[in-house]
Structures are given as structure tokens and as C-alpha cells.
Antibody, heavy 121, light 107 residues
Framework: QVQLVQSGAEVKKPGSSVKVSCTASGGTLNNYTITWVRQAPGQGLEWMGMIIPIFDTRNYARKFQGRVTITTDESTSTVFMELIGLTSEDTAVYFC??????????????WGQGTLVTVSS | DIVLTQSPGTLSLSPGERATLSCRASQSVSSNYLAWYQQKPGQAPRLLIYDASSRATGIPDRFSGSGSGTDFTLTISRLEPEDFAVYYCQQYGNSPTFGQGTKVDIK
């Protein structure tokens, strides 16, 4: 089964942006839907958005509209999540996962290992 | 957005005991599109249950899901030492949302 491998930890200044990658290892993205979820320290899970690369279709959570962009490079089977206008509240572990859709959305499996993004001056 | 409320916040039990976790939705979840995940410290969540009651591949049969509409339950029939973790529910009938989690710890 395809594994999702994410880029390494990042430390960013407030006001800057971060771009996290998620690469399908051992296969291709094919017709996968890739979703992004974040988890602030000691907190729960928060869905950010998803992309269906084969249709170049994206859907973002209302909270992140205008601040998040999800893109894909099918030649390298990689999905990117860029978040701009970082504040300390964006300090979190960011996960990618395959979204197994029933209709518009679905459950998440498998997951990447997570990428810690720390926002600090 | 659909708000999912999990209870209790923490469940203190001993190995071998039965665990019953609740997930209540602020409105009916379309087609019972609800999943359950297990998360251990420093790890990514692991899918246990999808479509409210279907067990994911490789998940032991001591884990079961039930419920419909606005009320869902995850049951662990006999707790094994590796089951002590945080559990989240997630709905995907609408824009995905998660519950705040239930921690199952050792009594």
C-alpha cells in the first residue's frame, strides 16, 4: 500500500508562510484525494482542506479560506500545503492523509507521519 | 459545521474491562458517515471504524462501532494494554469535523 511521507520540521517567524510536502512513497497519487489535518500541542484534530489531483479540485475549511493553498506535482506524486500569515496559533503538527471519499468527503487512511511547524519570533 | 461532542473526556479503566465511548453530533450525520480513530502520543491517528460500524483492515474485532443519526458509540470489548490512547470521532457527511477526543487511561 502507498505510504505518505511528509517533509521535515519547520521553524517560522510570525507573518511568514510555510509549505509542507506529502509524497506518495511506493506508488503514485493515482485518483487519491489528499487531505490535510492539523493538531496544536495537546489539542484535538482540525481539518484544513483537501485536493483531488486528477480533477484539480480543492475544498478548504471555512476557517482557513484565503490562508491555505493545496497544490500537487503529479510528476513526483507530491502534494503541498502552504499556509500564509502565520501566527503563534498556527504552531501545530500538520498531517496529510488519503481521504477515502464516500461522496464529497470520507474517512482518512493512511496518514503521513506529521510535520511539526513552530511559529516563533 | 457539525459539532461532535465526545464523552467522557477521560475514561479510567483496567485491562480486560469494557470501554464505551460516546460521540454526539449537533445535527444528524448524513448516511451515518462517521469514523473513529485511535491516537497514541507522538503518532499519527489510526483509522479504526468507518461508516459508523465497518472495521478497518487489520483492526481487532474487540473494536466495534454502532449508532446512527446523532448518537454514535465506539466499544472496546476487552481492553488490551495497547488500547490505552486517545480516541476521536470524525464525521464526513458534511465538511469534515472531529470530536475533541476521549482519553482512555489505565486505572
Amino acid at each position: 500500500q502507498v505510504q505518505l511521507v511528509q517533509s521535515g520540521a519547520e521553524v517560522k517567524k510570525p507573518g511568514s508562510s510555510v509549505k509542507v510536502s506529502c509524497t506518495a512513497s511506493g506508488g503514485t497519487l493515482n485518483n487519491y484525494t489528499i487531505t490535510w489535518v492539523r493538531q496544536a500541542p495537546g489539542q484535538g484534530l482540525e481539518w484544513m482542506g483537501m485536493i483531488i489531483p486528477i480533477f484539480d479540485t480543492r475544498n478548504y475549511a471555512r476557517k482557513f479560506q484565503g490562508r491555505v493553498t493545496i497544490t500537487t506535482d503529479e510528476s513526483t506524486s507530491t502534494v503541498f500545503m502552504e499556509l500564509i500569515g502565520l501566527t503563534s496559533e498556527d504552531t501545530a503538527v500538520y498531517f496529510c492523509a488519503r481521504e477515502v471519499r464516500r461522496w464529497l468527503h470520507g474517512w482518512f487512511h493512511p496518514w503521513g507521519q506529521g510535520t511539526l511547524v513552530t511559529v516563533s519570533s | 459545521d457539525i459539532v461532535l461532542t465526545q464523552s467522557p473526556g477521560t475514561l479510567s479503566l483496567s485491562p480486560g474491562e469494557r470501554a464505551t465511548l460516546s460521540c454526539r453530533a449537533s445535527q444528524s450525520v448524513s448516511s451515518n458517515y462517521l469514523a473513529w480513530y485511535q491516537q497514541k502520543p507522538g503518532q499519527a491517528p489510526r483509522l479504526l471504524i468507518y461508516d459508523a460500524s465497518s472495521r478497518a483492515t487489520g483492526i481487532p474485532d474487540r473494536f466495534s462501532g454502532s449508532g446512527s443519526g446523532t448518537d454514535f458509540t465506539l466499544t472496546i470489548s476487552r481492553l488490551e494494554p495497547e488500547d490505552f490512547a486517545v480516541y476521536y470521532c470524525q464525521q464526513y457527511g458534511n465538511s469534515p469535523t472531529f470530536g475533541q477526543g476521549t482519553k482512555v487511561d489505565i486505572k
